[in-house]
């Protein structure tokens, strides 16, 4: 989700540069409302994907959430039945250390979820900088060939 968001957002810097530095032309022809409605409708397409994108986060934190739950219900449960049961396999200490633990286990998945992102939009930035280094090698490539047969 986060690639679409970044590949989205880049069309609306772009637009924005060009309208920009073609204002006086575009003032020039009239054409100020349909600049205007292009931009809109890529903000509106960014605005999607960003309402998905959040949409899909609350779902994920819901998710580690109720993960974070049950394993602490697990822990707890655990802990009664054996103090039930009379087995003096753990003590109070261990049982609330345990629990302690079970607490932060949200806390850690959603950390580890953050690093995996950030670390995939790492990877974007760097995918970009690998096109538009082709690009140019592409471009050069062009320009020496039409040189030499000249």
Same mark, same amino acid.
């Given at each position: 989700?986060?690639?679409?968001?970044? =590949?989205?957002? $880049?069309?609306? %810097?772009?637009?924005?540069e060009?309208?920009?530095? !073609? @204002? &006086?032309?575009?003032?020039?022809?009239?054409?100020?409302?349909?600049?205007?409605?292009?931009?809109?409708?890529?903000?509106?397409?960014?605005?999607?994907?960003?309402?998905?994108?959040?949409?899909?986060q609350?779902?994920?934190?819901?998710?580690?959430?109720?993960?974070?739950?049950?394993?602490?219900?697990?822990?707890?449960? =655990?802990?009664? $039945?054996?103090? %039930?049961?009379?087995?003096?396999?753990?003590?109070? !200490? @261990? &049982?609330?250390?345990?629990?302690?633990?079970?607490?932060?286990?949200?806390?850690?998945?959603?950390?580890?979820?953050?690093?995996?992102?950030?670390?995939?939009?790492?990877?974007i930035?760097?995918?970009?900088?690998?096109?538009?280094?082709?690009?140019?090698?592409?471009?050069?490539?062009?320009?020496?060939?039409?040189?030499?047969?000249e």
């Amino acid at each position: 989700m986060k690639r679409l968001c970044a =590949i989205s957002l $880049s069309p609306i %810097y772009s637009w924005l540069e060009d309208t920009i530095q !073609g @204002l &006086i032309t575009i003032r020039a022809f009239q054409q100020e409302k349909r600049f205007s409605s292009k931009l809109n409708e890529r903000i509106m397409i960014y605005n999607r994907i960003q309402y998905a994108n959040g949409a899909v986060q609350q779902w994920l934190n819901l998710r580690l959430q109720l993960l974070g739950v049950v394993v602490t219900g697990a822990v707890a449960i =655990i802990a009664v $039945s054996l103090h %039930y049961f009379g087995q003096d396999y753990s003590s109070s !200490g @261990l &049982i609330g250390l345990a629990l302690v633990y079970c607490l932060s286990l949200t806390g850690l998945l959603n950390g580890a979820v953050q690093s995996f992102t950030q670390t995939e939009l790492d990877l974007i930035s760097l995918e970009r900088i690998m096109d538009t280094v082709e690009e140019i090698e592409k471009i050069y490539s062009k320009k020496d060939s039409l040189d030499r047969t000249e």
